[in-house]
């Protein structure tokens, strides 16, 4: 028998922000292709990872900059431009996270990778963030999804029992860790399929 769902930890990017450099970079480059090419081999996601990780902006765009000349002014922008790729909320899921807080049922919170540099823009614009019950911030921590400690610090600091708890991602990665760690989840593909999803969750059983 499945336990009595008591929690639902949300991700951010992918599920409730609409974060994606490229709504910055479609601005600075000519071509799709080349935007792809640096996405992919220069400012790519295990490197912007060690910046949801705890490192400094300045640092990595400054390293990466040395080793990369002809990319130094777009590389240097993924720091100072930074906010450009922050389009906005998902408002579908936006607005089922509210049903849920509105519901009374349940703890809400969240486990994010995100930049401690970064965060504070997301902060100051969202005001959805006021239903989260307490949130977990990688860069903060200096722990990043989807390694199971920054789970077990979820956990610990929230008194969160795994087996009662749904974990929400778009990243099949952290996903897998929720899964082994004892959560629900639901694999984030679009609003509609996660709030299908977490319905039959929800359901009595």
């Given at each position: 028998?499945?336990?009595?769902?008591d929690?639902?930890?949300?991700?951010?990017?992918?599920?409730?922000?609409?974060?994606?450099?490229r709504?910055?970079y479609?601005?600075?480059?000519?071509?799709?292709?080349?935007?792809?090419?640096?996405?992919?081999?220069?400012?790519?996601?295990?490197?912007?990872e060690?910046?949801?990780?705890?490192?400094?902006?300045?640092?990595?765009?400054?390293?990466?900059?040395?080793?990369?000349?002809?990319?130094?002014?777009?590389?240097?922008?993924?720091?100072?431009?930074?906010?450009?790729?922050?389009?906005g909320?998902?408002?579908?899921?936006?607005?089922?996270?509210?049903?849920?807080?509105?519901?009374?049922?349940?703890?809400?919170?969240?486990?994010?990778?995100?930049?401690?540099?970064?965060?504070?823009?997301?902060?100051?614009?969202?005001?959805?963030?006021?239903?989260?019950?307490?949130?977990?911030?990688?860069?903060?921590?200096?722990?990043?999804?989807?390694?199971?400690d920054i789970?077990?610090?979820?956990?610990?600091?929230?008194?969160?029992?795994?087996?009662?708890?749904?974990?929400?991602?778009?990243?099949?990665?952290?996903?897998?860790?929720?899964?082994?760690?004892?959560?629900?989840?639901?694999?984030?593909?679009?609003?509609?399929?996660?709030?299908?999803?977490?319905?039959?969750?929800?359901?009595?059983?």
């Amino acid at each position: 028998m499945i336990p009595t769902i008591d929690t639902i930890v949300f991700d951010l990017g992918g599920v409730l922000v609409d974060w994606n450099p490229r709504h910055y970079y479609r601005e600075v480059f000519d071509s799709e292709e080349e935007m792809e090419y640096f996405l992919a081999e220069i400012c790519n996601n295990s490197w912007n990872e060690q910046q949801d990780a705890g490192r400094k902006f300045a640092e990595a765009t400054t390293l990466l900059a040395e080793k990369h000349p002809e990319y130094r002014q777009q590389i240097m922008g993924y720091d100072t431009q930074w906010e450009k790729m922050m389009k906005g909320t998902i408002d579908e899921t936006v607005q089922l996270l509210e049903t849920l807080k509105t519901s009374g049922r349940y703890k809400i919170y969240a486990l994010t990778n995100w930049s401690a540099e970064k965060i504070p823009f997301a902060y100051q614009r969202f005001d959805f963030f006021r239903h989260f019950d307490g949130m977990v911030v990688s860069g903060e921590i200096e722990m990043i999804k989807p390694n199971e400690d920054i789970f077990q610090h979820l956990f610990e600091k929230f008194s969160i029992t795994p087996a009662r708890a749904v974990f929400i991602d778009d990243n099949a990665k952290n996903i897998e860790t929720a899964q082994r760690l004892g959560m629900q989840i639901v694999h984030f593909t679009s609003p509609q399929q996660c709030k299908e999803a977490l319905e039959d969750l929800l359901k009595e059983k």
